[in-house]
C-alpha cells in the first residue's frame, strides 16, 4: 500500500522534533550534529532568536497580503538584495526551482523583446541541478531526473561539465541566449567551477550577448565566504537565481537581475499568490541584516578555514575511506572511495549529519554561524564513523586495530 506521504524520497529512519544552533533532538532526546543544515538551508542555524523575533512579530501583525499591493517587507528585502549585490530588481518566489522557471522565462522574454526570438537556447552543464519542474529537469537533462517524464521542455543544449570547446562552439550559435550553471555545483557533487572558467565564460558572453545566468540557490547567501559565490571571481551574472539560505529555513527565493536583463518582465508577464510574502520577506531581511555583515563573511571565512583544515586531516587519517576535500567555504564535500551512503549511515550511528551528493561525495554544508566547538565535536564524530568503516574494510583487524584471536 502507498504510503500516505508520496514515497518519492528514500528516508533515513530519524525523525526530529526540535532544533537549536546545530543540533536536532528526536523525541526520546538523542541528539545529532546537523552538517546538512536542511541542505544549507538553516544559514544561522536552527531556532536562530533573530529569525523568530522576526517571524512571530511579523506573524502578529500580517501574515499574508496578495501581490495586488505594495508589500512593505518585501521592498525592503529587494532593496537589501539590489544594495548588496549585482542586481538592479528582484522578484521573490518560494523556492530554487520557481526561480529556475522565471530566470529561464526572463531570458526567452528579453530576447524576444529585442526582436531575436530565435535565441530560445540555454546552455546547461552536466551534474547541474536546478530542480524538479519541468523546465529545471529539461536543464538538467540527466537520465536520473528526466526518464519518464516527456515530452521535456525544448531548448537546453547540454554539455559537459569543464568541457571548454564544445562550449566555444556553443556560444556562437546564434540561437543560444543565455548560459545557466551553478558556481559550485550542489547536487552534482560539490564541484567549484574554478574562478577563471567563470571570468572566460562571462567576457565569451559579452562577446556574444549571451546572458548569464547563475544558479547561487545552493551556493549563495554566504556559504562560500562571500555573500554570492561568483564574487570571487569577480564577475557579476545578468540573472541570478537564489533560495535555501535566504529564508534561513522559511520557504523563499528570489530571482535577481539586471535592468537590462530584466526588461522584458513587465506588468503581467509573471506573477506568483506566495512570492514575497511579508512573513518570508520579513525573515529574509533578519537573514541579509545577519549574513551581508562583513564581520559575519568574515567569520564564515575563518570557521571555513578551520573546518577545511580538520577535514584534511580525517582523509589524511583515513585515506581508506575518504579520496579528498574540495569545494568552498562552508559548502564542503569529501570525497569517498567507500560508497557514500555507507558514510552517511556510518554518521547517522555516530549522531552526525552528512548529505550525499552525486561522484560519492558526502557534503558538509553546516549552519555558516556553527560554533568552532561543534566544528571540533563534529570531526571527532566523523573520524569514529570513518574508524568504523575503514575497520570493516580490513578484516583482519577489529575496531580497536587488534588482530582477532587465533590468528
Ligand atoms: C543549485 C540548486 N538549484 C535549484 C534547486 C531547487 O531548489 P528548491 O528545492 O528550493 O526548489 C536546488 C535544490 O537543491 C539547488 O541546489
Redesign the pocket.
Known sequence: MIPSVLPTYNRAPLSFVKGEGSWLTEADGSRYLDLGAG??VNALGHANPALIAALTEQAGKLWHLSNLYQIPEQQALADALVEHSFADTAFFTN??????ELAVKMARKYWYDKGQPERVKIITFSG??????SA?IAAAGSEKMTKGFGPLLPGFVHLEFGDHEALFAAMKDPEVGAVLL?PV???GGIRPVPDQCLKGLRDLCDETGVLMIL?????GMGRTGRLFAHEWAGIAPDIM?V??GIGGGF?L?AVLATEEAASGMTAGTHGSTYGGNPLACAVGLAVMNAVAAPAFLDEVNRKAGLLRQRLEGLVAAHSDVFEAVRGSGLMLGLKCKVPNGDMVKAGYAQHVLTVAAADNVIRILPALNIPDADIAEAIERLDRAAQTLGAALRPETNLKGEAPKGQ
Request: glycine share 18%; charged share 25%.
Open positions: 541542505i544549507a523556492s530554487g526551482t520557481e526561480a529556475c547541474a541541478f536546478h530542480g524538479r519542474s529545471g551553478e555545483q550542489g547536487e544558479d547561487e540557490v545552493q551556493c537565481m533560495a535555501k520557504p527565493g
